[in-house]
């Protein structure tokens, strides 16, 4: 009797130990915050406090710009709905803790991808979605025209807790100039305090310029100058520890850039399912069971061209048409004459 | 019976310990997971970013240590700025309120309720912004008495380049200790023989030749640096040479003062309120002029009641200190908390000194207003 129990009991035990095995790796695969996300109806995202392009809330709260897209992308493949996600506006100063302490799943804040960053604070870097470099705004009257052109005591404003500080330095440094940097929490202290007169230059990644010129007083008196001082690759950041999480935001975003080099837009997407070329299929999800490999269905990379589009018209829509930097440069595909350039979906 | 007594707070204390453990134990495995180490070891890495106004030798070479100092040292020079500023605006205010003049009655009145009713961040803002907005470009500057330059950038000011400036400082030292021993002995003649000595002119004699004799006698001189104006691009200038204050240490610290001072105004008034009428009456009654009724009866009275509150004023103010970051002046908070933090990434450690660094201040600060009233106070005989 007490045998049977005995034996009776070590099965259960083995059943339950063996049945925990399974359900665990299922979970593992489906991802922490990825099960959060599907839980709660909406994505998380940590943007700036206002970049136009980038990300910028209209008077309605409509926030919009290529780092609000890769959100948006996010948002219609895990949840099958561009427009729900939440919006947190961070300083450049909050913006890592903001995810490392959970408050937010992704990070998409024009920020530069760097090793210490990506190594050494907890934090996965994803991919890049803006190619960019640290430049100078100074005024036109100024009569510089290159970045030689700096003498030492010239004053540069710029934002607290950026990599900027640190580009600032070692340029001023290589060129053997003392300068003094005056830096601000918020962007729009520093673009008041240049406009005033405080500084002669006003230094951040070019994209960032180009974007705050229009908040000063005569956009028309200031010029970007021509040389760029470093190199900044923006793009979205996960917390480490979730890499399905991690290639979910991965793929979202290389979806966007690969639909362009494709020529599949928000507009013909639909009709690309029945597409000669295999690997347009694929990226509808005509073809292949590539979701299934991120824990989401089949349609999951169809959604994110039909609601948001592909990168080129991101960049159209939220920075070119904006006139904030008509010319794509290094944002350009690769089969153009950028660097753009993905690991193909397949 | 004992043990009943004991219980409770030895409740307590278990609960604290496990409260903190479980916070320190959650942060340890949530960091860990992520793959976040923990250390002070950074501390001693180069910086490799710049400040734009320091009191210490720094630059990016210098460690993050050097950088936290830099930063403890702005914060200390607005506190103290701040703090005795808001002194003398918040006396003369808080006596004005006590004036039967109507006019100057009203104006301090409705100075502190205006000042003391807006938040603090704002009035930062509108001074330095203000300020930027009205001050003059560089070059356009007005000199005030042909060497002070008020510009957009900064105040410059002439600075002094010393030789042998240390003998100077052991001479205004020897000044100060030969000061305490005259009243000292001021004080035993009086209590002896009722002779009253004339300590304040012989104070200040003290103080002016002493200083005197070390530039005679130890070497010492200074000559004076004038700020000069500088070319930087067609538009843009500068000036050179001399000391320069920068345009946000000036808002913060006048925006600090303004605002403490309303409180202090408060506390002066209610301390000269608080005492009797009575003790007034009576120190006339016994033959002490005005002043010395003002000096020997109602201010050691009134100060008991003032000391305490003020205290608290000047935590305030050296706490408030830290919404410097809001205008790029760089204290603890925008150097340490701010871009140490950013570029080490390191925020449970940075947090934890800055937090401590500012406990550390209040403290210090508590400690010798708590010596001061303590020697106010009645002492009963």
């Not at chain 1, 929490?185 to 951040?204: L, M, N, Q, S």
């Not at chain 2, 003649?189 to 009253?196: F, T, Y």
Request: hydrophobic fraction near 45%; proline fraction near 4%; charge should be positive.
């Amino acid at each position: 009797m007490f045998k049977l129990v005995k034996r009776l009991t070590s099965v259960v035990a083995m059943f339950a130990v063996l049945f925990t095995f399974t359900t665990e790796t299922m979970a593992a695969k489906k991802s922490k915050t990825l099960k959060n996300t599907q839980k709660k109806g909406f994505v998380r995202c940590g943007v700036s406090q206002g970049l136009p392009g980038f990300s910028n809330a209209d008077a309605a709260g409509n926030w919009t710009g290529v780092d609000v897209d890769v959100c948006r992308a996010v948002a219609a493949a895990v949840l099958g709905d561009s427009s729900k996600v939440k919006f947190t506006p961070l300083s450049a100063k909050e913006r890592f803790t903001a995810l490392t302490s959970n408050e937010i799943d992704i990070l998409s804040r024009n920020t530069t991808w760097t090793l210490s960053r990506d190594a050494d604070i907890g934090l996965t870097f994803v991919g890049v979605n803006f190619y960019d470099g640290q430049g100078f705004m100074v005024r036109k009257n100024s009569g510089i025209s290159s970045v030689n052109d700096f003498k030492a005591g010239v004053s540069a404003c710029t934002n607290l807790g950026t990599t900027t500080e640190l580009n600032m330095r070692d340029f001023f440094n290589s060129k053997g100039i003392k300068y003094e940097p005056v830096t601000f929490e918020k962007a729009d202290e520093v673009v008041a305090a240049y406009d005033a007169g405080r500084c002669d230059t006003y230094t951040t990644d070019k994209s960032g310029l180009a974007a705050q010129r229009i908040k000063l007083s005569n956009p028309d008196d200031h010029m970007v100058l021509p040389e760029t001082i470093s190199k900044e690759p923006l793009g979205p950041v996960v917390r480490q520890g979730d890499s399905v999480w991690e290639d979910i935001v991965r793929w979202s975003l290389n979806t966007m850039i690969e639909a362009e080099e494709y020529g599949v837009t928000s507009a013909n997407a639909d009709m690309m399912k029945t597409s000669d070329n295999p690997a347009v299929k694929r990226l509808v999800g005509a073809e292949g069971e590539l979701g299934a490999a991120l824990g989401l269905d089949n349609e999951w990379s169809l959604r994110i061209i039909k609601q948001v589009g592909n990168y080129g018209e991101s960049y159209k829509r939220n920075i070119a048409d904006t006139g904030i930097l008509p010319d794509r440069g290094p944002n350009e595909l690769w089969t153009k004459g950028g660097i753009l350039y993905v690991p193909p979906a397949r | 019976m004992n043990f009943k007594k004991i219980l409770p707070q030895l409740l307590t204390l278990v609960v604290v310990i496990l409260v903190f453990g479980f916070f320190s134990y959650n942060a340890q495995v949530n960091m860990e997971n992520r793959g976040i180490t923990f250390g002070y070891g950074f501390l001693s890495q180069e910086s490799s970013f710049d400040v734009q106004f320091s009191l210490i030798e720094y630059d990016g070479s210098h460690s993050y240590f050097r950088a936290y100092l830099v930063g403890l040292l702005n914060t200390i020079l607005v506190s103290v700025i701040g703090i005795v500023f808001a002194t003398i605006i918040g006396v003369v205010v808080g006596i004005a309120r006590l004036s039967n003049n109507y006019l100057i009655e009203r104006t301090a009145a409705i100075y502190v309720e205006f000042f003391r009713n807006i938040p603090l961040l704002l009035q930062i803002f509108f001074w330095y912004f203000a300020a930027l907005r009205a001050l003059p470009l560089p070059e356009k500057a007005e000199p005030i008495f042909g060497v002070f330059f008020l510009t957009i950038k900064g105040f410059f000011v002439p600075a002094f380049i010393w030789n042998n400036l240390d003998i100077f400082i052991y001479s205004l030292i020897a000044a100060i200790i030969a000061i305490v021993f005259v009243r000292v002995y001021a004080k035993k003649k009086q209590e002896n023989q009722g002779i009253q000595t004339p300590v304040l002119l012989i104070s200040i004699g003290l103080l002016i030749i002493l200083p005197l004799l070390s530039f005679l006698l130890g070497g010492v001189n200074a000559s004076i640096e004038i700020p000069v104006i500088e070319q930087l691009s067609q538009t843009s200038f500068t000036y050179k040479g001399g000391l320069k204050l920068p345009p946000e240490l000036i808002s913060l610290a006048l925006a600090l003062s303004l605002y403490t001072a309303t409180f202090i105004a408060e506390c002066v008034r209610a301390g000269v309120q608080g005492v009797s009428k009575g003790q007034k009456e009576a120190a006339a009654s016994i033959g002490l002029n005005p002043n010395q009724v003002l000096k020997l009866v109602v201010m050691p009275q009134a100060l008991r009641i003032i000391i305490p509150p003020t205290t608290n004023q000047y935590l305030n103010l050296t706490k408030n200190s830290s919404l410097a970051a809001a205008i790029a002046y760089p204290d603890l908070v925008l150097v340490f908390a701010g871009t140490a933090l950013m570029q080490t990434g390191r925020a449970i450690e940075i947090v934890s000194i800055t937090m401590l660094t500012y406990l550390t201040l209040s403290i210090t600060i508590s400690i010798f207003m708590n010596w001061y009233n303590k020697k106010i106070a009645i002492k009963e005989k």
